[in-house]
């Protein structure tokens, strides 16, 4: 069992509740963003995506999803249950960024081997999930950062969650140069069969935190239960677990 602690804050003086291993909190009263560790003001740019359905319109997608695609169950739509339908605003950093991979290979497709060396140059808006568990698919997720407004809490409807980051800022950075050199690494085996050297150079041009709404939805078919995740935005379904069909 986790406790929560709470800190005032700074702003309108209620107690902003966070849990441990959180490190930026966000105050459901007033919207204010504190740095748990030091008690400061959080000073980068805190957006917010907002969410464009109710909870039967999402009912409509899950349904939707169910009847569509021949992997499923045939009786998917009419034999399940929605259990659960939890609207999440999750917290992530977006790192819009310029990243190059400097890489030596060899090219054994032909013979002999040849050696191939080049360059790898790309533009993102490189998403990181600002939560220690990483089951979120994050690759999957196109955000939809047109329609990002400036953090209101007055716009968060009130039976949703709302997550703090348990990532700073650095550790974000860390995270994108990481998984930028993986995908690069990946993209690279187009080119080469065996990587010899990859350097990856990630320059960041903006990073903002921002909050996206995310639908958990869980549903039950022939006894087992399966999650499903919506965004709640564009209503896009990001990631949907099917049930194994015996054929
Ligand atoms: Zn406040």
């Known amino acids: 069992m986790v406790l ?3 800190i005032r804050c700074s702003h309108c003086g209620a107690p ?3 849990k441990p291993g959180e490190i930026i909190a966000t105050c459901k009263y007033c919207g204010f963003t504190t740095v748990i560790q030091t008690g400061q003001a959080f000073t980068f740019e805190h957006s917010l995506l907002l969410n464009s359905y109710n909870i039967k319109q999402m009912e409509g997608f899950v349904k939707d999803w169910m009847h ?3 992997m499923k169950p045939s009786d ?3 034999k399940s249950k929605i259990t659960d339908r939890t609207l999440i605003y999750l ?3 977006v790192i819009t960024c310029e990243a190059s991979t400097n890489y030596k290979g060899i090219f054994e497709r032909i013979a002999p081997p040849i050696v191939k060396e080049g360059e790898i140059k790309k533009k993102y808006n490189w998403l990181v999930l600002a939560r220690q568990s990483s089951d979120f698919p994050t690759r999957s997720y196109d955000v939809p950062l047109a329609g990002k407004i400036p953090y209101d809490f007055r716009k968060i409807e009130s039976f949703a969650k709302i997550l703090n980051s348990e990532i700073e800022r650095e550790q974000a950075t860390k995270l994108a140069q990481q ?3 993986s995908h690069h690494r990946f993209l690279l085996q187009e080119d080469v069969d065996r990587i010899v050297e990859a350097t990856t150079t990630v320059i960041p041009k903006q990073m903002v935190y921002l909050h996206a709404p995310i639908w958990f939805i869980r549903y039950e078919y022939r ?3 399966y999650q499903m995740l919506i965004d709640g935005a564009k209503g896009i379904i990001l990631k ?5 069909t015996k054929f």
């Not at 949907?240 to 194994?244: A, F, L, Q, R, S």
């Open 179 to 181: 998984q930028i050199d």
């Open 91 to 93: 917290p992530f950093w």
């Open 16 to 18: 902003v509740e966070f």
């Open 76 to 78: 998917l739509a009419k």
């Open 240 to 244: 949907g677990d099917i049930p194994n």
């Open 68 to 70: 569509s695609g021949f």
């Open 4 to 6: 929560a602690e709470n």
């Open 223 to 225: 006894g087992s239960s």
